[in-house]
Nanobody, 122 residues
Framework: VQLQAFGGGLVQAGGSLRLSCAAA????????VGWFRRAPGKEREFVST????????NYADSVKGRFTISRDNAKNTAYLQMNSLNSEDTAVYYC????????????????WGQGTLVTVSS
């Protein structure tokens, strides 16, 4: 599975962005998808994950209520809708795919996209 994350950019605090993760490869519909991010000077951290069907999702406390993860298996694409952005959301965002039942750890994922930069200006 090859993943490509895109949709990042510069946004003002309080604004919104939607990230997309496009996949190429077989059996996309069987993979769990996760979003992670790495802020400047920090370790990569979990943001959100969604199971293969889209029926189950999980979020980091820091984004709960502001971010929404979704997927469209017919389009081989997953999304991360980000609302009410603040400066702490500034990071490179990565999408990943794997078969783990949990998907909170980066070690649950086998495939990674190249990352897309989100910069939130205050």
């Amino acid at each position: 599975v090859q993943l490509q994350a895109f949709g990042g950019g510069l946004v003002q605090a309080g604004g919104s962005l939607r990230l997309s993760c496009a996949a190429a490869g077989r059996a996309w519909g069987t993979w769990r998808v996760g979003w992670f991010r790495r802020a400047p000077g920090k370790e990569r951290e979990f943001v959100s994950t969604i199971n293969w069907s889209g029926g189950s999702s999980n979020y980091a406390d820091s984004v709960k209520g502001r971010f929404t993860i979704s997927r469209d298996n017919a389009k081989n694409t997953a999304y991360l809708q980000m609302n009410s952005l603040n400066s702490e959301d500034t990071a490179v965002y990565y999408c990943a795919a794997g078969i783990s039942r949990l998907g909170i750890s980066q070690y649950d994922y086998d495939y990674w996209g190249q990352g897309t930069l989100v910069t939130v200006s205050s």
